[in-house]
């Protein structure tokens, strides 16, 4: 049985979890809202695939709730996922969708096969240009999510990331970096401006030297001056935000606030009040869904058929016309398929020769790829290719971006840029 008058709004951190969730005594009492965090132990791997987390959520529900089934909304960590502010010409309401799908087949073609994106739609006062806020998410890491939460006995309504939880509780006129620890060392930074996560990075804290670099860096391009500091309190977020506070030129204020961590829960609960949570599990509730509208259709039309016989029985020659017209649409829907086979047939033959030329294109490549250079992962698409690729140092992918070119590739871009002291990995996007 699922409770539908109780929902629980669920955050997952570094080492602990937060619940916000409603409960009443009664049917006449006042629904009340209560907080609670529970830790858990962190595994090696990633936190989707940690055990120790379904118990904990388990545990979770079975004191609150007992054995029912417990509708939930999940906030998850930013991780392995995409944030993106696009621009596009002004167009009407009806044209805008469709729009936006063109944008992202064409210049993210990557989204289509591993993400799961969610966009909102910001008109300009002018009419002149449409701004368009794009968060995306990996399939596989929201899948598993779905997969720990229904083990502990929840039924998942929505994931959404974290940061835009943390926007709404930011969302004013003052610019905000909020920190937050990372597992294996590391540490997050998320900027906001007007409560809308402007920049996310990933920092290592291993060594102090290196910390301090990379806040240099990543406070160089900044135009607009930070006004606030936000951590979770963390062990690495505390060190960041020191090593910030010394080496920023601006006056920052850091504000710790005990009950921040509830305050995003309750800002996440107003997002889906008023429909403005970016749901990556909408995609795998379409087919609970139809199976809930196939079952409600399907009993409503065994209660018509029902009547049907009862109030209608005597109708025989009525019922024998709808017979006969059924078995001419049976012929007609038979004369149909036969026509949809001969077509895929057709089509697929064609997508096969289309195949044959994109693996040739992708084969050309291959001699470019020289020693020390190794390549993680491909995506060839619409005459795209997106290359992931570790190499020992810059010189080399510079050379394979030159050997590309020569080739008659053209448009070389990155799309992401990690350097350490043992490799440097690239995202590399480029045109045929």
Request: charged share 25%.
């Amino acid at each position: 049985m699922v409770w539908t008058d109780r929902q629980v709004w669920i955050e997952i951190r570094q080492d602990e979890v937060g619940f916000l969730y409603t409960k009443k005594k009664n049917c006449k009492s006042d629904t009340s809202f209560l907080y609670e965090r529970l830790p858990y132990r962190i595994k090696e791997s990633n936190a989707e695939e940690n055990e120790d987390l379904t118990y904990v959520l388990q545990c979770f529900r079975e004191k609150n709730y007992g054995k029912s089934l417990v509708p939930a909304y999940l906030i998850i960590p930013f991780e392995n996922g995409l944030i993106r502010e696009m621009r596009l010409p002004w167009i009407n309401k009806r044209k805008r969708n469709e729009a936006v799908q063109y944008y992202i087949r064409n210049e993210i073609p990557v989204l289509l096969d591993d993400f799961v994106y969610h966009y909102s739609i910001l008109e300009d006062e002018t009419k002149e240009f449409l701004h368009i806020h794009l968060a995306a998410a990996r399939k596989e890491i929201i899948s598993a999510y779905g997969r720990i939460m229904k083990e502990a006995g929840y039924f998942l309504q929505g994931v959404e990331f974290a940061l835009s939880a943390i926007g709404e509780t930011v969302n004013s006129k003052r610019t905000v970096i909020f920190l937050q620890g990372l597992k294996e060392n590391r540490a997050q930074f998320i900027l906001y401006k007007n409560g809308v996560p402007q920049t996310v990075t990933e920092i290592e804290l291993n060594q102090y030297d290196q910390a301090k670099y990379h806040i240099y860096l990543a406070l160089k391009g900044l135009e607009l001056p930070i006004d606030l500091i936000l951590t979770d309190q963390s062990r690495q977020a505390e060190r960041l935000a020191r090593l910030l506070m010394d080496y920023s030129q601006n006056d920052l204020e850091l504000a710790n606030d005990r009950e921040f961590q509830r305050q995003v829960l309750w800002a996440e609960r107003q997002r889906v009040k008023s429909g403005k949570n970016n749901n990556f599990y909408k995609t795998f509730l379409r087919p609970i869904k139809a199976k809930m509208a196939a079952g409600f259709l399907g009993g409503i039309l065994t209660v018509m058929i029902f009547f049907g016989a009862v109030i209608w029985f005597p109708s025989f020659q009525n019922y024998f016309r709808v017979l006969n017209e059924n078995q001419v649409l049976q012929d007609q829907l038979q004369h149909l398929k036969s026509n949809e086979e001969t077509v895929i047939w057709e089509g697929w033959k064609k997508e096969q020769g289309v195949s044959s030329l994109n693996l040739k294109n992708v084969g050309n490549i291959l001699p470019f790829i020289r020693e020390g250079m190794n390549v993680t992962r491909m995506n060839y698409k619409q005459g795209i290719l997106v290359l992931w690729i570790e190499s020992r140092d810059n010189a080399s992918v510079t050379s394979l971006i030159g050997n590309l070119t020569a080739a008659g590739w053209k448009d070389p871009s990155l799309l992401e840029y990690k350097y350490t002291a043992e490799k440097t990995s690239v995202c590399l996007r480029i045109k045929k």
